[in-house]
């Protein structure tokens, strides 16, 4: 039933993605694919081998068409401990990933540049949403600032952003210490 609904869906996707080219052509840089998130904060929502098999083919195809018929960037979507999926999100054609957890177990910055770095945007990981951006000071926002995008933005392969939605309730300094820090981070004063 599941790969029946996921033909289906690809089917359908693979028709408005033609669409999308006929009406835009070029003129878009990235398209956001999908929003499936596959990790809690401490593990997988599902196994490895259920990814490769459910969805990591229908991913492949909406990927590969989209590489075969555009200049288009594909985003995906993935909150979590994930970093066991990685290998498989590259493999599924993804050009970016976003939001980058590093928080979450296993997430480790230099492990994750150092690994997929070359092969993969990190889009997002640029400060922790759940802890320093809503309950650190201005100065400790900063440094978290400084020393992520030191890892993430070495080589290339990194856009700056957060690594999930600002809160309500974050601190407006600690929101523009962030984006202080990341303008002192590219030398823009």
């Known amino acids: 039933y599941m790969h029946?609904?996921?033909?289906?869906?690809?089917?359908?996707?693979l028709g408005n993605l033609e669409r999308m080219y006929t009406a835009l052509g070029n003129r878009l840089d990235v398209i956001w694919i999908c929003g499936t998130d596959f990790?809690?904060?401490?593990?997988?929502?599902?196994?490895?081998?259920?990814?490769n098999e459910l969805y990591k083919p229908y991913y492949q195809r909406i990927?590969?068409?989209?590489h075969q018929h555009t200049e288009w960037k594909s985003f995906?979507?993935?909150?979590?401990?994930?970093?066991g999926f990685m290998e498989g999100f590259i493999d599924s054609g993804f050009d970016?990933?976003?939001?980058?957890?590093w928080t979450a177990e296993g997430m480790d910055p230099k492990l994750l540049k150092e690994r997929y770095?070359?092969?993969?945007?990190f889009w997002g990981g640029g400060v922790n949403t759940q802890a320093t951006l809503p309950f650190g000071n201005p100065e400790q926002v900063r440094e978290e600032v400084l020393r992520s995008c030191e890892v993430f933005?070495?080589?290339?392969?990194?856009?700056?952003?957060?690594i999930h939605n600002i809160q309500a309730g974050t601190p407006v300094a600690n929101v523009v210490a962030m984006l202080d820090a990341c303008r002192e981070f590219n030398g823009i004063k």
């Open 96 to 101: 970016i990933i976003n939001p980058v957890q």
């Open 117 to 121: 770095g070359r092969r993969i945007t």
């Open 76 to 83: 995906k979507h993935c909150c979590g401990a994930v970093e």
């Open 4 to 13: 029946d609904l996921f033909e289906k869906q690809t089917e359908i996707a």
């Open 153 to 162: 933005a070495r080589g290339g392969g990194f856009v700056f952003n957060a």
């Open 63 to 66: 990927n590969n068409w989209i």
């Open 39 to 51: 990790g809690t904060q401490n593990s997988t929502f599902c196994s490895l081998d259920t990814f």
